[in-house]
């Protein structure tokens, strides 16, 4: 495995501290996934660095499962791509992956400029979004301030800031 820096790990935790929480706030069923594996006939096999199965979908894959095959179960309802040295690829080649992987949410965190580029997909496309569709009421500006807030305060500062961004919303 190549090494991964401090700088996009720290974002790593971030974005899974901040959709497991807004998640949990809001009752709606996740289960997060770090590294996993997904296959589907025909398409390259992935591994985002997050993915999310939501709702109903939340308990559709048992817990003794290995790589996900997508042919018998769903591909995820959300990935996240952290990218510090890949944010081509992640905006480029990875997304049409997800795409035709069938994942209904795409996010790419910039981390260099602490940005995060946001795609709701369908049909084999996607489009820009700035409010994520598979977690209604979840604004990306929200994400992006916790990224920058990392930079300089502990992630539990940054986490007691997201509990009360997403308590008012």
């Given at each position: 495995m190549p090494p991964v820096s401090f700088d996009r790990g720290q974002d790593h935790v971030v974005m899974i501290f901040a959709v497991t929480l807004f998640a949990t706030l809001k009752g709606i069923p996740a289960t997060g996934l770090d590294t996993t594996t997904f296959r589907k006939t025909g398409i390259q096999d992935c591994q985002p660095d997050v993915a999310y199965y939501l709702r109903?979908?939340?308990?559709?894959?048992?817990?003794?499962?290995?790589?996900v095959n997508c042919d018998r179960y769903p591909a995820p309802d959300l990935v996240i791509e952290i990218a510090?040295?890949?944010?081509?690829?992640?905006?480029?080649t990875k997304r049409s992956l997800y795409e035709e992987l069938g994942v209904t949410e795409y996010w790419v965190v910039d981390v260099q400029n602490a940005q995060i580029i946001a795609y709701a997909m369908a049909d084999q496309g996607s489009k820009r979004i700035q409010e994520s569709q598979v977690l209604p009421g979840l604004v990306i500006v929200i994400l992006e301030e916790a990224l920058r807030r990392s930079r300089e305060m502990s992630q539990s500062e940054v986490g007691a800031w997201l509990l009360s961004q997403f308590q008012q919303a």
């Open positions: 109903e979908r939340a308990q559709t894959i048992p817990f003794s499962t290995g790589i510090k040295t890949s944010l081509l690829d992640d905006l480029g």
